[in-house]
T-cell receptor
Framework: DTEVTQTPKHLVMGMTNKKSLKCEQH?????MYWYKQKAKKPPELMFVYSYEKLSINESVPSRFSPECPNSSLLNLHLHALQPEDSALYLCASRENDEQYFGPGTRLTVT | KQEVTQIPAALSVPEGENLVLNCSFT??????LQWFRQDPGKGLTSLLL?????REQTSGRLNASLDKSSGRSTLYIAASQPGDSATYLCAVIGWGGYNKLIFGAGTRLAVHP
């Protein structure tokens, strides 16, 4: 099973809402990633978790809060987002040198 | 700072043509290079991974080559089909852990019947 799942597929939220994105993999990978992708742009790294500990935070605003409860689950908590945060949020996991991506969550902030 | 460029930005071809997509990077000290496919509004599908010690990888109709000294990789698609229509992204990984991917802007491919 080389699948990374993400829920929800689509999310619309207001600027005062609190929501969470979920990512799950059962491949035993110990590194997981969050990326943000704007329309017609390549993905940009947000966070890297390695062995359930945050390893890289690419200067992402604090309104994005990652959480890694266990080795197969990665959450992204959202609070007080701005319209410019609307994007496709992609999760990935890594085995050896190869990254496997989920289908993404399309987020719209109104 | 590593920069990745993909040429062409867009490509429209009739079915059956053999295609070449180009990727160039500014810092030749890469750990490996990965090619992805992305359908509109979807996630990324890994196509091929080339280690820095390798020169090429093949999977079905796809062949990717790597020339680190010149900072280039090429994705060759043989006998293109309408189902190949997608955006193709290349990404390099530098040394230093965490396998951070640095992406090019992609090539949008349209194969028409």
């Amino acid at each position: 099973d080389t699948e990374v799942t993400q829920t929800p597929k689509h999310l619309v939220m207001g600027m005062t809402n609190k929501k969470s994105l979920k990512c799950e993999q059962h491949m035993g990978h110990r590194a997981m990633y969050w990326y943000k992708q704007k329309a017609k742009k390549p993905p940009e790294l947000m966070f890297v978790y390695s062995y359930e500990k945050l390893s890289i935070n690419e200067s992402v605003p604090s309104r994005f809060s990652p959480e890694c409860p266990n080795s197969s689950l990665l959450n992204l908590h959202l609070h007080a987002l701005q319209p410019e945060d609307s994007a496709l949020y992609l999760c990935a996991s890594r085995e050896n040198d190869e990254q496997y991506f989920g289908p993404g969550t399309r987020l719209t902030v109104t | 700072k590593q920069e990745v460029t993909q040429i062409p930005a867009a490509l429209s071809v009739p079915e059956g043509e053999n295609l070449v997509l180009n990727c160039s990077f500014t810092d030749s000290a890469i750990y490996n290079l990965q090619w992805f496919r992305q359908d509109p509004g979807k996630g990324l599908t890994s196509l091929l991974l080339i280690q820095s010690s390798q020169r090429e990888q093949t999977s079905g109709r796809l062949n990717a080559s790597l020339d680190k000294s010149s900072g280039r990789s090429t994705l060759y698609i043989a006998a293109s089909q309408p189902g190949d229509s997608a955006t193709y992204l290349c990404a390099v990984i530098g040394w230093g852990g965490y396998n951070k991917l640095i992406f090019g802007a992609g090539t949008r491919l349209a194969v028409h019947p």
